[in-house]
């Protein structure tokens, strides 16, 4: 079991590479979530996200003889880029192995941050078997992303940190994968402030630690596809679970839905991009699955922003459809000059703005002297959308909703 002892070692040692990021409060998400919401803000830090701080604690702190040898990992995204990162920073090589499937952005940063990329496997388990054989064949020093003392112990900092920012704490809610990020925390803030209650979340796709911590056990769990990849660990740590166990309150699970409709709130309200794995903390409150938080001070860990940007557009318009603020509508219109031009008009009289249209005169069903126009539209709300169907309806158009 890692000790406060070693958390504060661990930060004098990254210390000089690893800065503290800000701990700030949201006045509209207190004000909506009835709490005191403050924000830990890992999403600033070095690499974009916490996986630095136990990479680096791990790598800085090895013997010279085994820190010659080199370093190997597997991982898919942050902590590849974490170890990189700390490896080059030491002066030592590094190799990371990434499934074949990993996107090309973030095998290009980890490149770019002084790693050896090697794509294996379709999956992270068949990536981490691959790396765990190149580590005997060669006689590298595995860096595990989570069930590690001294990466547990680095990413402990981070509860130093939210004590001295925020005296205030009563709660602090924190994204669980494999348990390393939390161990850490939980472990350094009841060392110091026992008062405070440290609640873990986790997605329903990958409910893992959650079925464990319940369970008093270790359980294995299928991981599903899940746009909180970072998180989507089938097997708990040992050592985390250990961690969990004695100083955790109580772990939560969120939904996909939930995860994606806090990513966008961040975006819109918190002015923070973050990816899933770390708007689940934003989710799991907003959703009630944290108790007893009225009014109390609330740290919520943002524990990484390092989101595809596709996936995030994609997020952000299907949460624009589900909040009913994007919509296509369907409707015919004669076939004659000026007859779109008419229906246009109705729609914007109504405040509808036009994002895209497809007008067809052969591939629909219709009259023959019709066509039939199918119109993308930003909306205010679902009683905006009603507004513009009954203004249409008066004019005759019949309105079929997509």
């Not at 952005?105 to 691959?130: P, S, W």
């Not at 590690?148 to 925020?166: F, H, K, N, S």
Request: glycine share 8%; proline share 4%.
């Amino acid at each position: 079991m890692i000790t406060l002892k070693d958390i504060e070692e661990a930060r004098a040692r990254i210390g000089g590479i690893v800065q503290p990021t800000p701990c700030l409060r949201s006045w509209a998400f207190s004000e909506e979530l009835g709490a005191h919401a403050w924000f830990k803000y890992e999403t600033l830090q070095l690499t974009g996200s916490f996986k630095v701080r136990g990479a680096y604690n791990k790598i800085a702190g090895l013997p010279a003889d085994e820190v010659r040898r080199g370093v190997i990992t597997a991982s898919a995204g942050n902590h590849a880029q974490g170890v990189a990162f700390s490896a080059t920073q030491a002066g030592v090589p590094s190799i990371i192995v990434m499934p074949v499937t990993t996107p090309l952005i973030k095998i290009e940063n980890t490149r770019r941050l002084g790693g050896e990329v090697v794509l294996a496997g379709e999956t992270f388990d068949e990536a981490y078997h691959e790396a765990r054989r190149l580590e005997r064949e060669r006689g590298l020093v595995f860096v595990h992303p989570f069930d590690d003392e001294q990466v547990m112990a680095g990413q402990g900092t981070i509860g130093l940190e939210i004590l001295e920012q925020t005296p205030e704490v009563e709660v602090v809610v924190v994204p669980i994968g494999g348990g390393g990020l939390i161990s850490g925390v939980a472990t350094a803030i009841k060392a110091k402030r026992p008062s405070v209650r440290i609640y873990g979340v986790q997605t329903v796709a990958a409910p893992a630690m959650a079925e464990s911590f319940q369970a008093g056990q270790i359980r294995v769990c299928p991981a599903e596809r899940s746009v909180a990849d970072g998180i989507a660990v089938k097997t708990p740590g040992e050592r985390t679970f250990e961690h969990i166990r004695r100083y955790v309150d109580a772990v939560v699970t969120v939904s996909e839905d939930e995860i994606r409709a806090a990513m966008v709130r961040l975006v819109e309200t918190g002015k923070t991009v973050t990816e899933g794995a770390a708007a689940v903390t934003l989710a799991a409150m907003a959703a009630h699955r944290i108790p007893d938080v009225a009014g109390r001070h609330v740290v919520m860990l943002l524990s990484g922003a390092n989101v595809d940007i596709a996936l995030l557009a994609r997020i952000i318009d299907r949460y624009l459809v589900e909040s009913r603020r994007l919509v296509r509508v369907r409707t015919h219109v004669p076939d004659r000059p000026g007859a779109l031009a008419e229906l246009l008009q109705v729609i914007g009289q109504h405040g509808g703005n036009v994002v895209r249209i497809q007008h067809d005169r052969v591939f629909m069903h219709a009259g023959f002297w019709e066509a039939q126009v199918d119109v993308t539209l930003e909306t205010r709300n679902a009683g905006h959308i009603d507004e513009l169907r009954q203004a249409l309806h008066e004019r005759q158009y019949e309105v079929e909703l997509l």
